[in-house]
């Protein structure tokens, strides 16, 4: 699966990258993360959070469950439209993603 990340000349934001597999995470990422980096830092320390085997967090659009090695994010209006990986691609890309957004 693509998805990369990088830091874009005319905007605070990451911009994202990504093959048709990863277009929800992107959406995930645009629509309840935006620029939030308390909310991304949350979501890390939820990943990273081990006596927790399952956390979840909804947002406007998309809702986000972690459990044990894997999250899946999940369209809240549209049931066809579920993302999962291992937790440690999310951690990898939230961590990235925070990184970027240090540099403004």
Avoid: R
């Avoid at 990258?17 to 629509?31: N, R, S």
């Avoid at 890390?44 to 986000?64: A, D, H």
């Avoid at 999962?84 to 240090?102: E, V």
């Amino acid at each position: 699966m693509l998805f990369k990340l990088s830091k874009p000349v005319s905007s605070t934001a990451p911009h994202i990258q990504c093959d048709e597999e990863g277009e929800i995470l992107k959406a995930f990422f645009e629509t309840e993360i935006q620029e939030d980096t308390a909310l991304a830092k949350h979501l890390l320390n939820m990943c990273m959070e081990t006596k927790n085997s399952q956390s979840e967090l909804s947002g406007n659009l998309y809702n986000i469950l972690i459990i044990k090695d894997n999250f899946t994010v999940e369209n809240l209006f549209d049931e066809t439209e579920i993302f999962s990986h291992d937790k440690a691609f999310l951690i990898k890309t939230l961590k990235q993603w925070l990184s970027l957004m240090d540099q403004n």
